[in-house]
């Protein structure tokens, strides 16, 4: 259940990361132009069994982690992906489902049950995200399952990678949002050396997307975006950026890592979650000081930084107050 005192904990001054994102599957069924999991295929097919994430999950709660991501990959081409969801609600995490949507709507009602919110993939309308997403008829399934979900009352945000083969549709993008009644946070595609160059936003496409999705938020769209970080992204400019204090990756394969960009290219690798205690890392030496490292890294630019820019005393103010318009209410 949730637990307000574990929350105030999980956020107090001993800052210990309290996201976790974990790619609890490698396959998926997409080939998106801007993303390179599927491109993977030299990769060992390892993947974390359901005990060993049961444990996982024991162990971040113990270490006073609050929420639980599940990405990849496709996490919905995993059989037993509501099972894990299941033992991390009853651990009182939030959960978040990342998906492509291309199953949701048949597995929708599995999922829902154990799942806070569901972060659904959608980068264009109609044909431009099939093709960006090398899945014919993928569009009229995300709506599809985002409208199930919605019949269900369930919490839905459109997650939109704006990158060159995308950005004219951010406008209709924020209209589909609203008529689905959920909400949108628009993400720039982060380089991945080798493999997404060719659709990755310039600076003038970029700055004209993130100044239409200021407009947007202006004008009462659901817009997620924090309007500060959207400014940094549409300019280009330095943050100190302290996301890694906040969180930690679990790789499909259980290796622990702080931030990747692109395949052997993590930024900091902290051992197999199956042999970490994850309080005691959290607490070493190195992992704070790799953490004030990365302050300086500024190599992306992906939304999720938000919570690590600026200062926590006024950030969560501001993003609790987003929310609530955005998610509680709009979502009704
Ligand atoms: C890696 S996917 C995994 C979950 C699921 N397969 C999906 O597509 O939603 C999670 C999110 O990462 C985003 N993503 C993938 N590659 C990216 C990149 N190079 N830059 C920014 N976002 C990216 C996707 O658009 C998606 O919203
Ligand atoms: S973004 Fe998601 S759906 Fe697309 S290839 Fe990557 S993991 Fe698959
Ligand atoms: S700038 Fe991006 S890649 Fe670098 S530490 Fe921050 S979140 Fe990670």
Same mark, same amino acid.
């Given at each position: 259940?949730?637990?307000?005192?574990?929350?105030?904990?999980?956020?107090?001054?001993?800052?210990?990361?309290?996201?976790?994102?974990?790619?609890?599957?490698?396959?998926?069924?997409?080939?998106?132009?801007?993303?390179?999991?599927?491109?993977?295929?030299?990769?060992?097919?390892?993947?974390?069994?359901?005990?060993?994430?049961?444990?996982?999950?024991?162990?971040?709660?113990?270490?006073?982690?609050?929420?639980?991501?599940?990405?990849?990959?496709?996490?919905?081409?995993?059989?037993?992906?509501?099972?894990?969801?299941?033992?991390?609600?009853?651990?009182?995490?939030?959960?978040?489902?990342?998906?492509?949507?291309?199953?949701?709507?048949?597995?929708?009602?599995?999922?829902?049950?154990?799942?806070?919110?569901?972060?659904?993939?959608?980068?264009?309308?109609?044909?431009?995200?099939?093709?960006?997403?090398?899945?014919?008829?993928?569009?009229?399934?995300?709506?599809?399952?985002?409208?199930?979900?919605?019949?269900?009352?369930?919490?839905?945000?459109?997650?939109?990678?704006?990158?060159?083969?995308?950005?004219?549709?951010?406008?209709?993008?924020?209209?589909?949002?609203?008529?689905?009644?959920?909400?949108?946070?628009?993400?720039?595609?982060?380089?991945?050396?080798?493999?997404?160059? +060719?659709? !990755?936003? *310039?600076?003038?496409?970029? %700055?004209?997307?993130?100044? @239409?999705?200021? /407009?947007?938020? $202006?004008?009462?769209?659901?817009?997620?975006?924090?309007?500060?970080?959207?400014?940094?992204?549409?300019?280009?400019?330095?943050?100190?950026?302290?996301?890694?204090?906040?969180?930690?990756?679990?790789?499909?394969?259980?290796?622990?890592?702080?931030?990747?960009?692109?395949?052997?290219?993590?930024?900091?690798?902290?051992?197999?979650?199956?042999?970490?205690?994850? +309080?005691? !890392?959290? *607490?070493?030496?190195?992992? %704070?000081?790799?953490?004030? @490292?990365?302050? /300086?890294?500024? $190599?992306?630019?992906?939304?999720?930084?938000?919570?690590?820019?600026?200062?926590?005393?006024?950030?969560?103010?501001?993003?609790?107050?987003?929310?609530?318009?955005?998610?509680?209410?709009?979502?009704?």
């Amino acid at each position: 259940m949730f637990s307000p005192l574990a929350t105030l904990k999980a956020l107090s001054w001993r800052r210990r990361p309290f996201l976790l994102n974990h790619k609890i599957n490698i396959a998926c069924d997409c080939r998106c132009q801007f993303c390179n999991s599927w491109q993977l295929k030299e990769e060992p097919e390892e993947l974390l069994s359901r005990p060993e994430i049961e444990t996982l999950l024991d162990r971040a709660r113990a270490a006073g982690m609050i929420s639980y991501s599940v990405w990849g990959g496709e996490p919905l081409l995993r059989e037993d992906t509501p099972a894990v969801l299941a033992h991390a609600r009853r651990l009182g995490f939030f959960t978040t489902v990342s998906t492509n949507a291309s199953r949701l709507q048949e597995r929708a009602d599995e999922f829902i049950p154990h799942t806070s919110i569901f972060a659904v993939s959608l980068d264009g309308i109609g044909e431009t995200h099939d093709r960006v997403r090398g899945f014919p008829g993928l569009f009229d399934r995300a709506v599809a399952g985002i409208e199930r979900l919605r019949a269900n009352r369930a919490r839905v945000r459109i997650i939109y990678n704006v990158n060159l083969k995308t950005a004219a549709d951010v406008t209709a993008a924020a209209q589909l949002a609203r008529w689905l009644r959920v909400s949108i946070l628009y993400m720039p595609a982060i380089p991945l050396a080798g493999y997404n160059e +060719a659709v !990755l936003l *310039d600076d003038e496409t970029r %700055r004209r997307a993130f100044d @239409e999705v200021l /407009r947007l938020q $202006a004008e009462g769209y659901p817009v997620l975006n924090l309007r500060s970080y959207a400014r940094v992204i549409r300019d280009g400019t330095s943050i100190a950026c302290h996301f890694p204090k906040y969180h930690i990756y679990v790789d499909f394969d259980g290796a622990l890592y702080t931030c990747d960009l692109g395949p052997r290219s993590k930024l900091a690798q902290w051992g197999d979650c199956r042999q970490v205690d994850l +309080a005691a !890392l959290f *607490d070493r030496p190195e992992f %704070r000081a790799k953490t004030r @490292e990365l302050e /300086r890294c500024n $190599a992306c630019r992906m939304s999720c930084g938000e919570i690590g820019s600026g200062s926590p005393l006024w950030q969560f103010p501001v993003r609790a107050w987003t929310r609530v318009r955005h998610e509680l209410l709009f979502q009704k």
